[in-house]
C-alpha cells in the first residue's frame, strides 16, 4: 500500500511541476492529470485529499484560498500549487483569477508596495500571505 501511495505522490508531484505557474482545484488536478500523457497513474480524488493536506504541511505546496466572482457568486475553489523550492515567503504574489497563473512580484516592487502602505495608513504589509488578483496581461488581451 505504502508503495501505491509513493507512486501518486510521484506523478502528482511531476504533473505539478511540469506546470508550475498554475494553481489547480482539486477538480482541475484530476482532469489535468487524466489528460497529462506523462502521468501513467494518475491519483484518484480521495488520494489527492489525502495527499494535499501533506504536501502542504511539508511546505511543497501553497493554498490559496477561494476567490469570490465578480457578479458576488460563487467563484474558484480553493487552488494549490507547487513552491518549486524558491522562496516564496519574501514577496507579494500576482494571480490571474482568469487563468490560474501565480506571478510573483519582483522585489523591487515588494518593496514599494510595503513603502506605500507603510507611509499611506502606517500598515505593515505581509508580503507571504498578500496575493494580490486580477487578470494577466494574456487574459486582459482575450477579454478585449
Known amino acids: ?12 508531484l511531476g504533473f505539478l511541476r ?13 482532469a489535468g492529470m487524466k489528460a497529462d ?11 489527492l485529499y ?3 493536506p501533506r504536501l502542504l504541511a511539508e511546505n511543497t505546496l501553497r493554498r ?27 514577496h507579494v504574489h500576482l494571480k490571474c483569477s482568469a487563468c490560474g497563473r501565480l ?3 519582483s522585489d523591487e516592487l515588494t518593496e514599494k508596495l510595503k513603502d506605500v502602505f507603510a507611509g499611506s495608513e502606517g500598515f505593515a504589509l505581509d508580503a507571504e500571505e498578500t496575493i494580490i488578483y486580477g ?3 494574456s487574459c486582459a488581451k482575450k477579454e478585449k
Open 1 to 12: 500500500m505504502a508503495t501505491y501511495q509513493t507512486e501518486q505522490k510521484r506523478e502528482l
Open 18 to 30: 511540469r506546470n508550475s505557474q498554475r494553481a489547480f482545484t482539486i477538480e482541475e488536478l484530476l
Open 37 to 47: 500523457p506523462l502521468c501513467s497513474c494518475p491519483p484518484g480524488k480521495s488520494t
Open 50 to 52: 489525502r495527499l494535499i
Open 64 to 90: 490559496f484560498p477561494a476567490v469570490p466572482a465578480a457578479d458576488g457568486l460563487a467563484g474558484r475553489k480553493a487552488t494549490y500549487q507547487i513552491l518549486g523550492g524558491s522562496s516564496c515567503h519574501c
Open 103 to 105: 506571478f510573483h512580484a
Open 135 to 137: 487578470r494577466c496581461r
